[in-house]
Antibody, heavy 115, light 107 residues
Framework: EVQLVESGGDIIQPGGSLTLSCAASGFTFSNYAMGWVRQAPGKGLEWVSDISATGADTYYADSVKGRFIISRDNSKETLHLEMKSLRTDDTAIYYC????????WGQGTLVTVSS | DIQMTQSPPSVSASVGDRVTITCRASQGIHSYLAWFQQKPGRAPKTLIFGASILQSGVPSKFSGSGSGTEFTLTISTLQPEDSATYFCQQYNFYPLTFGGGTKLEIE
């Protein structure tokens, strides 16, 4: 059974930093591109970032480019999202997801950016 | 960026009905389209990928069709548990983009 389990969500002040992690299991992690999708309270889904299966290629939404860094450790089957210079509009549930082809989602982790 | 326009934004239907949700891409995306179901307080769940391929474990009452710029999700024999918000998403080009969602209410 495919499982994606996020962690690291927290309440953080504007300008702060936070790193999210996603532990994957139930599939060959190193064969798949992975990504992060967020959902602000009461809003729709917004793609944030993707990383290729090897980690060689990364992609970012304009809204986070230059502030967020996606990475992966295939030996540990984990995905990370390092978030810097956080803003109030980054407040959202962040989902780890495998979106290309047969898709799977984690349960999400809440990031609240507030003073 | 590719814009994904979903319609209708909301729909109300009765138990046993069939509903169709449409997603239009601002440019051709071949069949690189997925459909997701999200219930309140829950993570999204993949229903369809490749425009028409049913995700394993998803009931056959859900079906998808289309290619290029026009896509549809059809849900047949509606049941109360189908009440949810449905999203489409293209994964042909970065940035990946989602439709605005369709809220389905079962009367």
């Amino acid at each position: 059974e495919v499982q994606l389990v996020e962690s690291g969500g927290d309440i953080i002040q504007p300008g702060g930093s936070l790193t999210l992690s996603c532990a994957a299991s139930g599939f060959t992690f190193s064969n798949y591109a992975m990504g992060w999708v967020r959902q602000a309270p009461g809003k729709g889904l917004e793609w944030v970032s993707d990383i290729s299966a090897t980690g060689a290629d990364t992609y970012y939404a304009d809204s986070v480019k230059g502030r967020f860094i996606i990475s992966r450790d295939n030996s540990k089957e984990t995905l990370h999202l390092e978030m810097k210079s956080l803003r109030t509009d980054d407040t959202a549930i962040y989902y780890c997801a495998r979106l290309v082809g047969e898709g799977y989602w984690g349960q999400g982790t809440l990031v609240t950016v507030s003073s | 960026d590719i814009q994904m326009t979903q319609s209708p934004p909301s729909v109300s239907a009765s138990v046993g009905d069939r509903v169709t949700i449409t997603c239009r891409a601002s440019q051709g995306i071949h069949s690189y389209l997925a459909w997701f179901q999200q219930k309140p307080g829950r993570a999204p769940k993949t229903l369809i990928f490749g425009a028409s391929i049913l995700q394993s474990g998803v009931p056959s009452k859900f079906s998808g069709s289309g290619s290029g710029t026009e896509f549809t999700l059809t849900i047949s024999t509606l049941q109360p548990e189908d009440s949810a918000t449905y999203f489409c998403q293209q994964y042909n080009f970065y940035p990946l983009t989602f439709g605005g969602g369709t809220k389905l209410e079962i009367e």
